[in-house]
């Protein structure tokens, strides 16, 4: 019954939004122990697919909180909390430690992985950000070329020279940037020529379009052409049907991620399903649960 609260908790925030300012109140502090004690916090992990090959390219890890008595809170309700209470520096640090231990272990089981992050603006304002990347980096013997963050256009853009400064010394460890939600902020052209940035992401509502409407379809084969031309690979994010990826291979797309393909999942899972990659009936066994 417990559980059955919990998901429906769960809908309602994920519905709004914009959870109440008590409720706000409460998640933070519930967010704020789950830190400390280390509990209810998991990061399920999702691949992008290489569209030439069809194999496993990488994957982005998407931060899961079970809380004691709600069940699943998504992130789209607490990752706005832990920024509106100065709790998203550590709730940061806390994913990419767990990221670069989990590369650690897939790595010494013979798994070479590399892993996406999603940065959120408030941590660009970190000012000890590129420090504590670096010491996750040297703690768990992970070279920077493993990890890629993900900044959303907008975030990029919110303090364009500041973000700058900082994608450069992390570009300086090695690590990649790639632009999230392409094409829902407003990006210059100017200022995305200078980013050192190695991919960007087509956002999901254009992909979502891609093969059903024709003025999503230019705007995807424009971003693609324009991309390319900077010298960023393309990833399509939000990948659901075949008549969508058959687009999206045909305009030259390098990667794609989307539930066709597999929905985020915890460490293990994915293990095996990277061992079962390019066999499609092997991968549907491996759907999350916990948390749909
Ligand atoms: P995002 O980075 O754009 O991640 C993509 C979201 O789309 C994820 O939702 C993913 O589960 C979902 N998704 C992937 N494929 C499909 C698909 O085919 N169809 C549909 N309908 N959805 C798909 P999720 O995991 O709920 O995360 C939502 C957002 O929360 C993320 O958007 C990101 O902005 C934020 N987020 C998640 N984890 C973290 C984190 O560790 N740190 C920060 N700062 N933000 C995070
Ligand atoms: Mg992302
Ligand atoms: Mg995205
Ligand atoms: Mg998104």
Redesign the pocket.
């Known amino acids: 019954a417990a559980k059955r609260a919990g998901g429906n908790i769960h809908c309602f925030f994920a519905d709004t939004m914009d959870p109440g300012a008590l409720e706000a109140i409460e998640l933070q502090r519930d967010l704020r122990r789950a830190l400390e004690t280390n509990t209810g916090l998991e990061l399920h992990y999702q691949p992008k697919i290489d569209s030439r090959t069809g194999r496993i390219s990488g994957v982005e890890a998407l931060l899961r909180w079970h809380h004691p008595e709600r069940g699943a809170v998504s992130p789209v309700v607490f990752v706005p909390v832990a920024e509106r209470f100065g709790l998203i520096g550590a709730l940061g640090q806390w994913v990419t430690d767990e990221a670069c231990r989990q590369l650690r272990i897939w790595q010494d089981t013979g798994l070479r992985m590399h892993v996406a992050i999603n940065l959120s603006v408030h941590q660009l304002r970190q000012t000890d950000l590129v420090e504590r990347v670096q010491d996750s980096l040297a703690r768990h013997d992970i070279a920077g070329g493993r990890v890629t963050f993900e900044v959303?256009e907008s975030a990029a853009m919110e303090d364009p020279q500041a973000s700058l400064r900082v994608f450069e010394r992390l570009a300086q460890l090695g690590v990649s940037l790639s632009i999230?939600?392409f094409g829902t902020g407003y990006s210059s052209l100017s200022y995305l020529r200078r980013l050192p940035a190695r991919q960007l992401k087509i956002?999901?509502s254009f992909v979502q379009d891609v093969a059903s409407q024709e003025d999503a379809q230019a705007i995807v084969r424009a971003v693609i052409k324009l991309a390319h031309a900077l010298g960023l690979k393309v990833v399509a994010?939000?990948v659901e049907t075949v008549a969508q990826q058959d687009v999206l291979k045909r305009m030259g797309c390098d990667q794609l991620q989307g539930y066709l393909f597999a929905k985020p999942m915890p460490a293990r899972h994915l293990q095996l399903w990277v061992m079962g990659d390019g066999v499609p009936a092997r991968r549907m066994q491996f759907r999350d649960s916990q948390f749909e």
Do not use: K, L, P, S
């Open positions: 959303t999230d939600d956002d999901r994010e939000g």
